[in-house]
């Protein structure tokens, strides 16, 4: 792999200043990134790129087998979620933002290979969408070299998502948890490719929503006056809020099924998440080069 690390001399602070993303400069005795990058080959990049295209495709004939055999419990997947996954399945409104796969292999003629699927609240959007491509020009390297445009798909997805729900004005309310400035600038990401979307964005942290069964999701301005928000997207696992907010589970259920507000990503994710699906992938698709061999039993010693 050494001589695919490519030496550069500057690094992009401008940018993270310029967007309040000072956590990325580091502390003065350490970087957050270094002064290296590294290459593939186009061959590489379009392997990578049909793999991530198959692998979708498979998750959702794997997903569907789950949910039309009723499999939550082999995934591990909490009963009070089970109403809104399968609302959300069938109802083309609630459309999958983005996801990540974390794969292994690729180069120096290996095979690549799925390790997960991070599909409902996955980060390192920052580094992809923003951050190598700040680099490359930071650099005067070609900018069309980039690696990924996950910053256009996530613009267009945004796009097919007000296509899908043409009735909802495009209000959408971002939300990380406190303390957490890693995730507020992953949210940051996703809220300019939502404007240039079309999409009047603000953001709160999760603690300062307002959520109603009947009415939806709203930001408090004082004690008469709210903002009703037609998406929400929350960079909170969907299975933290089953678990430890079981009552905002049920209201987020309700809020979803009455049609008050969609919220990304959809409950459905946690499907493709749940690392029990990789069994059932290699049920579907049995000695696939994507996949790794998958069960639920241990190997015996």
Known sequence: MDNRLYPITQLPDAVFKDLGWEWFLGDGTWRYLTNQLIGISNQECEAYYEAG????EMYERAADYVIENGYYEELDIPDNMVRLIEHTW???????????FDLAGGVEGLPIKLLEFNADTPTSLPEMA???????????????KQFNFVYDDLVDNFRKLQQANPDLEPTLLLSAMKDSPEDVYNVDTIGEAAKEAGFTVEYRYVEDVVFSPTDGIFVEHSPTSFSKFNFWFKLVPW?????????LMNILTEI?????????????TLVY??????KYLCDLFPNHPLLL??????PSS
């Open 130 to 144: 923003i951050i190598q491509w700040a680099q490359l020009k930071a650099n005067g390297l070609d900018e069309e």
């Open 256 to 268: 979803v099924i009455g049609g008050k507000a969609v919220i990304l990503n959809p409950a459905y």
């Open 53 to 56: 295209q198959e692998l979708y």
């Open 239 to 247: 299975e933290y809020i089953a678990y430890e907010e079981p009552e």
């Open 293 to 298: 061999p998958a069960t639920f039993h241990k």
């Open 273 to 278: 998440q749940s690392k029990g699906i990789l």
């Open 90 to 100: 069938n109802d083309d409104r609630h459309i999958h933002l983005y996801g990540r």
